[in-house]
């Protein structure tokens, strides 16, 4: 059996999510169609749905062309977020994670604390347990030294 590729010209254009959504021809100079492929038309349905199709393709084309991507990439991001929070959008989750850094940095901050009560304990315990030594050490010097049956003068 012989597989032969069909020529450029006889391949149909797959319309991209935009057009498919909005039931319009997507011809090969559609700009959406870099941005939003057909398969992913929810990806598209929460941009439109948030912002409109006119103003995305208006926000876009602002855009110089080599940044458009990360464009498209903060458009999805901001409509999925304000589509889960309306009110606040991607700020919501901007100010729920400044209160976990604030939350962390004070729980950082009371271990800090904890870890110097610690250090200090530490000192402590060491200072007595080298006094402890040394007066063990001079006991058994004092006892070697003054009995007889370690070599000692009593």
Do not use: W
Request: glycine share 6%; net charge neutral; hydrophobic share 40%.
């Amino acid at each position: 059996m012989d597989t032969q590729v069909a020529p450029m010209h006889n391949r149909v254009h797959q319309p991209c999510a935009a057009c498919r959504m909005l039931r319009r021809r997507c011809d090969r100079n559609c700009s959406l169609a870099p941005y939003f492929p057909g398969e992913e038309i929810e990806k598209f349905a929460g941009v439109h749905k948030v912002f409109g199709a006119s103003n995305v393709i208006k926000m876009i084309q602002m855009v110089e062309e080599t940044r458009r991507e990360d464009a498209v990439k903060a458009l999805v991001y901001e409509a999925r977020a304000r589509l889960r929070d309306p009110v606040y959008g991607s700020t919501g989750a901007i100010f729920h994670l400044q209160k976990m850094i604030e939350e962390l940095r004070s729980q950082l901050e009371s271990i800090r604390s904890q870890v110097l009560e610690l250090q200090q304990h530490r000192d402590q315990l060491l200072g007595i347990l080298m006094n402890n030594v040394r007066c063990l050490e001079d006991d058994l010097f004092s006892t070697m030294h003054h009995d007889p049956m370690f070599g000692g003068d009593l």
